[in-house]
């Protein structure tokens, strides 16, 4: 990756002053640990709102439909805020997230909260995309990896406080809180934004690029789709899911050529033609993939082989987000202070892959504070890469287009934690029969049939004979 440079196209734009900036970014935090908080906190919540709805066999779309809607509008709302203005367009997508949450905290029914969270998505969509990019506005080149290293910190502070908060909502007030709270964050995000972010905008005269907005969200769904339903519910290889998986293909195809004709294309191609810009996608990708997965299921190792509550195991994720939190800091004043970024998302992607082999030999006895230092080597690697890949991009692709290539870098990383979330679960789904009917070949024949050992809930395990326990837990480590 080249270090770090002027924009082409901003020369003599006048930034905001450090005090101005500081006010800002309080704003626009506020508006992304919302959008990551609500990726993560509704997990836990789950099993509860089930209980109050009803509509077991809907569960898992109540999280698929934020998702699904969050990951496809990401880069139109990029495009939107380079024609129409960072302020305005942050300020619809704040609006258009409360009133999700808020119907979503007042539903029903199972179906109107699935609704209600892809309104939800829609909105939260927005707030990363146009987050990162207002960054690019208001901060010089050379500055800019300081304040993306401060958003780092807050996505990994509010993914992993997820489930802690999720779980002490639940427990206490009751789930529709996790809806409820968003309101208040909100409204004072929005208030902030609207009287300090105050940056010169010339409105040009250009057309939105429906048909790729159309052609990209209907893409990025089929995929969602194939990926949630394949494993679960009509295998990897029916029809349909084949059918699904073609289509994504397809679409891809068709919005690349779509992109070539636009006059105002939401992911510009040229933009591909620029090593930085390409590779940190695929980068960011990567790096999406083995984030979301450790997110989602170290806590499910935390419960299930650890014995900890939903509140706990959120705890339990505590050195994971001290390490991306410090390291997120330190890169961006790094960055800041010499200019050079190329070193951070090599050593980055190195800790990373390292922690990630330790946790792989993590079992049932280990002790926590050993699962707890490669928890926290693994968040240190994340906190060297994640925000360095958007100052990358954003230094070096034209002032014009920095709306739609920072909401490629955030599309291109949900995108990667989508398929890994959905990927890692098709294993542990796939691979648990397995290793737990190794586990009880170990008893006498006859003792007790795998099969009707009910796995899948970790209150079952947690009330199961010691013996089989330990069975089920080891099976789970594995």
Known sequence: MAQAAPSSGDEGFNYLSHDQIKLVMVGLMAGMFLAALDQSIVGVALPRIVSDLGGLNKLSWVVTAYLLTSTAVTPLWGKISDLYGRRIIFQTAIIIFLIGSALCGISQSIEQLIVFSALQGIGGGGLFAIALATIGDIVPPRERGRYQGYFGAVFGVSSVAGP???GWFTDGPGWRWIFYINIPIGIAALFIISFALKIPFVKREAKIDYLGAAVIVAGVTSLLLYLNWAGEQYGWGAPISLALVGASVLLAIVFVFVELRAPEPIIPMRLFRIPTFSIGNAFGFMVGVAMFGAIVFLPLYLQA???MSPTESGLGMLPMVFGLFTMSLFSGKYISRTGKYRVFPILGSAIVIVALLLLSRVHADSSYWELALF?????????????????????????????AATSSTTFFRSLGGAIGTAIFGAILASRLGVHLADQFASLPAGTIDPSTVNANSIEAIQAMPDEIKHLVVTAYSQ
Request: charged residues 10%; without cysteine.
């Open 375 to 403: 928890s926290y080597l693994f968040g240190s690697g994340l906190g060297m890469t994640m925000q360095t890949i958007v100052t990358a991009v954003q230094n070096v692709v034209p002032f014009k287009d920095m709306g």
């Open 305 to 307: 082989a650890k014995g």
């Open 164 to 166: 802690l908060l999720g």
